[in-house]
Nanobody, 119 residues
Framework: QVQLVESGGGLVQAGRSLTLSCAAS????????MAWYRQAPGKQRELVAT???????NYADSVKGRFTISRDNAQNTVTLQMNSLNSEDTAVYYC?????????????WGQGTQVTVSS
């Protein structure tokens, strides 16, 4: 099993920055993809950013140029640097790890951390 613990959420003014971190523990396979998702009230969970084991990243259009995802494989952590925050970024942010084993994908989730952007 894999455990994911997020930290770094909170209340921030529009235009400011915030950094989220996710620490993974347990049975961690080297070949995994990490991601951040978010879910705003009344909306479906959406993908924010992904990073694979080789460091390739992908971003939702809404956060491109403002958010940066990175990972430290030695520490089993993934970070989301969020700049120029606006009210539409308000959501619960979830850390995700996807592991593929013999063609089967397994998803692991953190408990989520609240990010609130005040205008």
């Amino acid at each position: 099993q894999v455990q994911l613990v997020e930290s770094g959420g909170g209340l921030v003014q529009a235009g400011r920055s915030l950094t989220l971190s996710c620490a993974a523990s347990g049975r961690i396979f080297n070949n995994n993809a990490m991601a951040w998702y978010r879910q705003a009230p009344g909306k479906q969970r959406e993908l924010v950013a992904t990073i694979n084991s080789g460091g390739r990243t992908n971003y939702a259009d809404s956060v491109k140029g403002r958010f940066t995802i990175s990972r430290d494989n030695a520490q089993n952590t993934v970070t989301l640097q969020m700049n120029s925050l606006n009210s539409e970024d308000t959501a619960v942010y979830y850390c995700n790890m996807r592991v593929t084993v013999i063609g089967i994908e397994y998803d692991y989730w953190g408990q989520g951390t609240q990010v609130t952007v005040s205008s």
